[in-house]
C-alpha cells in the first residue's frame, strides 16, 4: 500500500513538473521571441506571418496528436513525440538570422509543440482518477512556470540580449523530456459498453456542441485583454512596471482558486460554474472598460481567478463527466483547438480590426456583451442531465477530487 501511494505520488510530481517546464517555455516564447525577431530586423508583416502559423498550430495540432494517442492507445509515445519534435524543431531557430528559414523552423516547431499540453492534461485527469490528488494543485505549477519564466527571462534580457530567451527556450524544451517521460501510460481499462477505439459520435450530442461554444465564446471574450490590455493602461499613463504587476496579480489569483477549488467549488455541477464565471467575466470586462484607477484595475485582475482559473477547471470536469474515457485525450485536444484557437484567433482578429476605431474601453464593454450571451447558453447546457447524474457516477466528483475516496 505504501509503495503503491508513493508511486502515485511520484506521478503527480512528474505531471506538475511537467506542467511547470511547459508553461516557463510558454512563458519565456510568448513575450519575447517576436522582440527576437524585431531585434533580427523582420518587418512588421514577417512577424506577423510568424505570429499567425503559430495560431494555425494552434488550431490543428492539439486535436491532431491527441486523435492519434486516442487511436494508437499509446498517450506515453506521442508525448515523447511532440515533445522531443518540438525541441529539436526549435534548436535552429537559435541561429538563424533570416526570415524564410524562421519561418519553416516555427512550422514545424509549433506543429509539434502545441500538441504537448492536451497530453498532459489527460494523463492530469486520469491519473487523479485513477490514483487520487486533485487536479488543480498539479496544474498549478504551470502559472508558477509561467510567472517564473516571464520575470525572470526579462530580467536577463536587460543583462544580457534578447538571444538568451532562445537559448532558455531550448534548454527548458529538452528538459521538459524528463518529467513527461516519467507520467504514467494510458490506461487502457474502459467501462462496459463503450468502444474499444475513440468514437467522434459522442460529437453528435447537443450539449456537447454547445458546451464547445460556451468555451470558444469565453476566449472571444478575452481577445482584447490578451491583446491590448497593457497598451490600454500604457495609453491611460500607466507605467509599463505597473501592468506588469497587474498580470502577475491576475496569474497569482488564478493560482489560489486553482488550489482550492475542490474544497470552495467541487460540491456544484460544473454547468453551475461554468455560467457563474460567463456573469463574472461580464462584470470583470465593464469594470476594466470603466476603470480609470489602479485599485479597480486590480480588482478586475483578480477575477481573472474565475473566468480562466475556475472556467478551466470546470470545463475539464464537464468533459471529464460527458466523453467517454477512448475519446477524452481527443476531446481535450479538440477543446484547446476550437478554444485557444479558434476562440482566441476570432477575439484577437475582431479586437485587432476595431482597436484603432472603436478604442480599448468600447471593446470590453462588447466583452461583456458576449459574456452574457455565454450566461444564457451556459443556463441552456445546465438543463441537460449528466451522464453520471443518471447513474454512471457520483454527480459531486470532479476532476479535482475524483479518487478522493481511495
Not at 491519473?127 to 517564473?148: A, P, Q
Not at 483547438?337 to 474601453?361: E, K, M, N, P, Q
Not at 468600447?362 to 450566461?375: D, Q, Y
Request: with cysteine; proline share 4%; net charge positive.
Amino acid at each position: 500500500m505504501k509503495n503503491a501511494r508513493a508511486t502515485d505520488s511520484k506521478y503527480r510530481q512528474f505531471l506538475s513538473g511537467s506542467y511547470f517546464l511547459f508553461f516557463t517555455i510558454l512563458g519565456i516564447f510568448v513575450p519575447y521571441f517576436n522582440l527576437h525577431c524585431y531585434h533580427l530586423k523582420f518587418s512588421p508583416l514577417e512577424i506577423g506571418l510568424l505570429s499567425g502559423t503559430l495560431t494555425a498550430m494552434k488550431m490543428i495540432s492539439p486535436f491532431l496528436w491527441s486523435w492519434k494517442a486516442d487511436q494508437k492507445k499509446s498517450r506515453k509515445k506521442i508525448l515523447f513525440i511532440t515533445t522531443f519534435g518540438s525541441a529539436a524543431a526549435f534548436l535552429p531557430c537559435i541561429w538563424i538570422q533570416d526570415f524564410l528559414p524562421m519561418l519553416i523552423a516555427i512550422f514545424f516547431y509549433s506543429f509539434f509543440f502545441m500538441g504537448i499540453l492536451p497530453l498532459i492534461e489527460a494523463a492530469a485527469l486520469e491519473t487523479v482518477e485513477l490514483r487520487g490528488g486533485e487536479y488543480g494543485k498539479i496544474r498549478l505549477w504551470g502559472s508558477l512556470g509561467f510567472i517564473f519564466a516571464s520575470l525572470g527571462c526579462g530580467y536577463l534580457i536587460d543583462l544580457l540580449s534578447t538571444p538568451i530567451a532562445l537559448y532558455l527556450t531550448g534548454v527548458f524544451s529538452f528538459l521538459l523530456l524528463v518529467p513527461t517521460a516519467r507520467i504514467p501510460e494510458t490506461d487502457h481499462r474502459k467501462p462496459e459498453g463503450e468502444p474499444d477505439s475513440a468514437d467522434l459520435s459522442v460529437l453528435n450530442r447537443p450539449e456537447i456542441g454547445i458546451f464547445f461554444l460556451l468555451c470558444v465564446i469565453m476566449q472571444i471574450t478575452h481577445g482584447t485583454y490578451y491583446g491590448f490590455f497593457a497598451i490600454f493602461m500604457e495609453s491611460i499613463g500607466f507605467t509599463k512596471s505597473t501592468v506588469g504587476i497587474c498580470w502577475t496579480f491576475a496569474v497569482l489569483c488564478e493560482i489560489a482558486v486553482m488550489f482550492r477549488y475542490q474544497k470552495w467549488f467541487g460540491k456544484n455541477r460544473p454547468q453551475t460554474w461554468l455560467a457563474l464565471c460567463f456573469l463574472i467575466a461580464a462584470f470583470r470586462w465593464w469594470l476594466t472598460a470603466k476603470a480609470d484607477s489602479l485599485m479597480l484595475f486590480l480588482f478586475a485582475q483578480c477575477l481573472h481567478a474565475f473566468t480562466y482559473g475556475a472556467f478551466h477547471i470546470a470545463s475539464l470536469t464537464y468533459l471529464n463527466r460527458h466523453v467517454p474515457a477512448n475519446f477524452r485525450t481527443s476531446a481535450i485536444g479538440l477543446l484547446s483547438s476550437l478554444s485557444y484557437g479558434l476562440g482566441g484567433t476570432i477575439g484577437a482578429v475582431f479586437s485587432g480590426i476595431f482597436y484603432d476605431s472603436l478604442g480599448a474601453r468600447v471593446l470590453f464593454v462588447f466583452s461583456g456583451g458576449f459574456s452574457l450571451i455565454g450566461a444564457a447558453l451556459a443556463l441552456w447546457l445546465w438543463s441537460f442531465p449528466s451522464r453520471r447524474e443518471n447513474g454512471e457516477g457520483n454527480p459531486d466528483q470532479t476532476v479535482t477530487g475524483l479518487a478522493a475516496e481511495a
